[in-house]
């Protein structure tokens, strides 16, 4: 009878708690569903090349990980976010640190060290820390409305931890560090600090953006190759208008749309797999369009539009403090942004990064912290309606 107590206490738990928002909840589960399915077909390169064109292997790698999303979105869409943030500093910390081990224990892949290899499993510390950061800016925010206009006690503490989290992840992974800065600038914007805080933050980004770009040939090549211009001296113009080399992905993103037309080839009948570098991941959303068409294209853009909705008007909104307001927003911000940026890249609208399609592309950590991020804003409507 002991053994079974704790058991029966999270049964009742579970009971008794209010019903989270369901269309977030719907959202995030098509999303999974449409990642399976999308994987299955952009998959098949990689097997071929690694192993023998055995495909049900990576699929179950991605079952997997999906299962671990899901079971941190579960998870933490029952435990009170406010319980989170006793250990929101000590995570941004941890987070910080495994940035600075990354960059000596880390793997190499595609010209950035971003991750630890975990057997077949991988861990990228920057999918920590955008969790850990929105979590302790809300604290933050959340405890200092009383003196928000305050440079001293207010906007340099934020500025600190803002800038060392956004400076460590942008070394490697730029992309994501942009996307941060602006989920945090919207945070603190809701959090009433001042126009002229905020347009610090947002000009001192810019300048440090711009210093990244100095010192990573790769990153500047990109954003030439996309102008269309030489613009930065570091780089090479032969590399960069090369038609194999910068421009090719993007090319490639776009024959796959014309491919796909309205209605789409059909489900596993994309060729253009067979030619975009990392179709499973990066491009997933070109492989989508081109399966699928315009239409499935559109429909997977819907799906983050009513995740947005949902995320601000419903469960921010609504939510019983100013905490759980600001990680909504934050939470909420980060997973659409990813969204519609690497649909954006896919396009041809921006540069080419790294930003994977949340719960659809083939991934590790970025995947089970995504979970981690809805089970949050998912446990904020929870409060909301219990009260």
Known sequence: MKQRRPLARLRQRIRDSAPADKYVLWVALVLAAIGILAVYSAISFLAETKANGDTERFLLRHAIR?????????????????TLTRWARVLLLGSLFLLLLVQIFGVT???STRAFRLGTLS???SDVAKVALILY???LLARKQDYIKSISRTFVPIFVWVFASVLLIGIEDLSTAAVLLVAVGLMCFIGRVSAAQLGILAVVGIVCALLLLRTSPNRAARVEAYLGIGVFSHTDDADVFNPQAEGYQARQARIAFALGGLGGRGPGKSLQRDFLPAPYNDFIFAVVAEEYGLLGALTLLGLFVVMLLCGYLRIARQAIDPLGLFLAVGYTTTIVLFGYIHAAVATGLLPVTGLPLPLVSYGGSSMVT????????????????KQ
């Open 66 to 82: 999906l299962v671990l999303a899901l079971a941190a979105l579960a998870v933490f869409s029952f435990l009170d976010y406010h």
């Open 109 to 111: 892949y595609g010209g």
């Open 370 to 385: 995504t979970g981690a991020m809805i089970g949050i804003v998912l446990n904020i409507s929870r409060q909301a309606r």
């Open 123 to 125: 861990l990228q510390p």
């Open 137 to 139: 800016l809300g604290v």
